[in-house]
């Protein structure tokens, strides 16, 4: 059953060389080219047709700027194609982890940040009281829970991070690049954490360059090269895909099996 | 570079029937949809304004007497400098200064943070989906409150004070209040969405607040000024508001229906502005943030 349907999906951005309305800017743009304000569109994703059932872990891969990212944000409701459909099941309880540290006060402790967060996904007050302990617990942070974000690690705020998201119980959890802050121990309990969602019928998106977690957590490569879907498949041709792609040797003829 | 064919990989996969799909974004058609909407995410409304609340005294010996002491000494210099030296002031002066003062605190506090909502937020707007009206929201929020707990302490005072004799038209007090919060409400919206297409709407605010200022009955009253301005005085925004809380408060009469058109027309025209224009140009903002 399709839980993420992107159809014919494209986003267009506007890239703002020199933005500036400043007067002084638009006076040395006369003389000089190079300051001069331009407004380039830019498809930051085209044609992206994916189709995401319940229950599957699926990595996208690719390189910097090649469009994971917007993809991500597209299915998380932040921003909504220029063309096409991105559709989601409805009722659909979406969670992500995008950035690091956003949706945390620095100011705030760690007990104030979780409830900040948890209501960021329109959790109600009732039901944070509810998951509150389980996300102290799972975070391991129970010792600096009374404490401002701003004197945490960034490892330490990975850890509060995925706990609040793991313990929203998502239908659809969205992760881009969170890993490699944690030590090996947390590692390896968000990875159960993740193998546990979509044994439970659940579906994750992961955005990553580390080959190893996304092994451990997905079956299924997405690789984008220039907002476009270049491969998309199985979990060991994907990463080779994937290898060969960076390196240059890529051929335009994945296989093409689901 | 590799050259790369693009692939419609999954051939345009026609999803299972059996799924309801829905699209991700859609359009809030309706005042109604919004609210049900805002109010989804009311915990997040509440839990920013107690953020705010919260860092603004937190680790200050006095706290909340710090929005005590802003207004006063507000208050105390307008009442020296035209009560006493200028000596233009009537009786009961301080407390028709005090009525303005707390009002308009309240309004040009709201616009001048609401110009932030958007662009200081731009991360987390752009990393979770939620309805974006909730951050100007919670700035007039943020100030109502403060504006509500300055008024609860020095309203007793002067109206003890002053020995004005408690009215019952004291209680249309709450619907000038709802039309003032719906007219700062409108205004925020109108600025947060403003500044992310066009950041000098921070410079030309600190402009206007200043000439809406002057022009609002707050240091002087209507009476006292020529025929020719009367007009364009009872026109300035915020003149009906403050106006209404001095007739209400200090005159104890309700106010003439001419201030409660005007009042009504900003606070109704404002807050549809407002609103439409925040939701029509929602993705433009977010594209620009």
Same mark, same amino acid.
């Given at each position: 059953?399709?839980?993420?349907?992107?159809?014919?999906?494209?986003?267009?951005?506007?890239?703002?060389?020199?933005?500036?309305?400043?007067?002084?800017?638009?006076?040395?743009?006369?003389?000089?080219?190079?300051?001069?304000?331009?407004?380039?569109?830019?498809?930051?994703?085209?044609?992206?047709?994916?189709?995401?059932?319940?229950?599957?872990?699926?990595?996208?891969?690719?390189?910097?700027?090649?469009?994971?990212?917007?993809?991500?944000?597209?299915?998380?409701?932040?921003?909504?194609?220029?063309?096409?459909?991105?559709?989601?099941?409805?009722?659909?309880?979406?969670?992500?982890?995008?950035?690091?540290?956003?949706?945390?006060?620095?100011?705030?402790?760690?007990?104030?940040?979780?409830?900040?967060?948890?209501?960021?996904?329109?959790?109600?007050?009732?039901?944070?009281?509810?998951?509150?302990?389980?996300?102290?617990?799972?975070?391991?942070?129970?010792?600096?829970?009374?404490?401002?974000?701003?004197?945490?690690?960034?490892?330490?705020?990975?850890?509060?991070?995925?706990?609040?998201?793991?313990?929203?119980?998502?239908?659809?959890?969205?992760?881009?690049?969170?890993?490699?802050?944690?030590?090996?121990?947390?590692?390896?309990?968000?990875?159960?954490?993740?193998?546990?969602?979509?044994?439970?019928?659940?579906?994750?998106?992961?955005?990553?360059?580390?080959?190893?977690?996304?092994?451990?957590?997905?079956?299924?490569?997405?690789?984008?090269?220039?907002?476009?879907?270049?491969?998309?498949?199985?979990?060991?041709?994907?990463?080779?895909?994937?290898?060969?792609?960076?390196?240059?040797?890529?051929?335009?003829?994945?296989?093409?099996?689901? | 570079?590799?050259?790369?064919?693009?692939?419609?990989?999954?051939?345009?996969?026609?999803? =299972?029937?059996?799924?309801?799909?829905?699209? &991700? /974004?859609? @359009?809030?058609?309706? %005042?109604?949809? #919004?609210?049900?909407? !805002?109010?989804?995410?009311?915990?997040?409304?509440?839990?920013?304004?107690?953020?705010?609340?919260?860092?603004?005294?937190?680790?200050?010996?006095?706290?909340?007497?710090?929005?005590?002491?802003?207004?006063?000494?507000?208050?105390?210099?307008? =009442?020296?400098?035209?009560?006493?030296?200028? &000596? /233009?002031? @009537?009786?009961?002066? %301080?407390?028709? #200064?005090?009525?303005? !003062?707390?009002?308009?605190?309240?309004?040009?506090?709201?616009?001048?943070?609401?110009?932030?909502?958007?662009?200081?937020?731009?991360?987390?707007?752009?990393?979770?989906?939620?309805?974006?009206?909730?951050?100007?929201?919670?700035?007039?929020?943020?100030?109502?409150?403060?504006?509500?707990?300055? /008024?609860?302490?020095?309203?007793? %005072?002067?109206? #003890?004070?002053?020995? !004005?004799?408690?009215?019952?038209?004291?209680?249309?007090?709450?619907?000038?209040?709802?039309?003032?919060?719906?007219?700062?409400?409108?205004?925020?919206?109108?600025?947060?969405?403003?500044?992310?297409?066009?950041?000098?709407?921070?410079?030309?605010?600190?402009?206007?607040?200043?000439?809406?200022?002057?022009?609002?009955?707050?240091?002087?009253?209507?009476?006292?000024?020529?025929?020719?301005?009367?007009?364009?005085?009872?026109?300035?925004?915020?003149?009906?508001?403050?106006?209404?809380?001095?007739?209400?408060?200090?005159?104890?009469?309700?106010?003439?229906?001419?201030?409660?058109?005007?009042?009504?027309?900003?606070?109704?025209?404002?807050?549809?502005?407002?609103?439409?224009?925040?939701?029509?140009?929602?993705?433009?903002?977010?594209?620009?943030?």
């Amino acid at each position: 059953m399709t839980t993420i349907d992107a159809r014919e999906v494209s986003k267009q951005f506007f890239l703002r060389h020199n933005p500036s309305v400043e007067l002084k800017v638009r006076f040395l743009g006369l003389f000089h080219a190079d300051k001069r304000q331009s407004v380039e569109p830019f498809w930051a994703l085209k044609n992206v047709n994916l189709a995401i059932p319940r229950g599957e872990a699926i990595a996208l891969v690719g390189r910097n700027g090649s469009g994971k990212s917007t993809l991500l944000k597209l299915i998380a409701g932040v921003h909504r194609p220029t063309t096409g459909r991105l559709l989601v099941s409805r009722n659909a309880r979406i969670a992500s982890m995008i950035e690091l540290g956003v949706g945390f006060h620095p100011e705030l402790t760690g007990r104030e940040n979780v409830f900040l967060n948890a209501s960021i996904h329109g959790f109600t007050r009732a039901e944070i009281d509810a998951i509150y302990p389980g996300v102290v617990r799972y975070s391991g942070l129970e010792h600096f829970i009374d404490i401002p974000a701003k004197n945490y690690s960034s490892g330490m705020l990975m850890r509060l991070g995925f706990a609040v998201a793991a313990n929203l119980q998502p239908d659809i959890l969205l992760l881009d690049e969170v890993f490699a802050v944690g030590d090996a121990e947390f590692q390896q309990r968000c990875i159960a954490t993740l193998r546990g969602f979509v044994e439970d019928g659940k579906t994750v998106v992961f955005v990553s360059h580390d080959a190893w977690a996304i092994r451990a957590i997905c079956r299924r490569v997405c690789v984008l090269e220039h907002g476009e879907v270049v491969f998309d498949g199985n979990l060991a041709r994907g990463l080779a895909f994937y290898d060969q792609l960076i390196a240059g040797r890529a051929h335009p003829s994945p296989v093409t099996p689901l | 570079m590799p050259s790369i064919e693009p692939r419609a990989v999954v051939a345009a996969a026609a999803p =299972a029937a059996s799924e309801d799909l829905v699209d &991700r /974004v859609t @359009t809030v058609e309706s %005042v109604a949809a #919004l609210a049900a909407r !805002v109010y989804r995410y009311r915990e997040l409304l509440k839990n920013i304004v107690l953020k705010d609340l919260k860092l603004k005294y937190r680790g200050s010996a006095l706290g909340f007497l710090w929005s005590l002491a802003n207004p006063l000494l507000m208050i105390g210099v307008y =009442a020296v400098a035209f009560n006493y030296i200028l &000596r /233009v002031g @009537t009786t009961g002066y %301080v407390f028709r #200064l005090m009525l303005g !003062v707390l009002a308009w605190t309240f309004f040009a506090n709201s616009a001048t943070m609401a110009t932030g909502a958007n662009v200081d937020n731009a991360a987390l707007l752009k990393n979770v989906a939620f309805p974006r009206v909730i951050l100007p929201f919670a700035t007039v929020l943020f100030y109502l409150i403060q504006y509500l707990l300055t /008024v609860a302490v020095f309203l007793p %005072v002067m109206i #003890l004070w002053y020995r !004005v004799p408690l009215s019952a038209v004291m209680a249309l007090f709450i619907v000038f209040l709802v039309l003032q919060v719906m007219f700062t409400t409108g205004v925020s919206l109108l600025l947060a969405t403003s500044t992310a297409f066009f950041r000098d709407t921070r410079h030309l605010l600190e402009v206007a607040l200043a000439v809406m200022f002057w022009t609002t009955p707050i240091l002087y009253q209507v009476n006292q000024l020529p025929e020719g301005i009367k007009l364009a005085i009872y026109l300035s925004p915020m003149s009906s508001f403050v106006i209404a809380y001095q007739r209400l408060f200090y005159f104890g009469e309700v106010p003439e229906a001419s201030v409660w058109a005007i009042a009504l027309a900003y606070a109704l025209g404002m807050l549809v502005l407002g609103v439409r224009w925040s939701l029509a140009v929602e993705q433009q903002v977010m594209d620009r943030l």
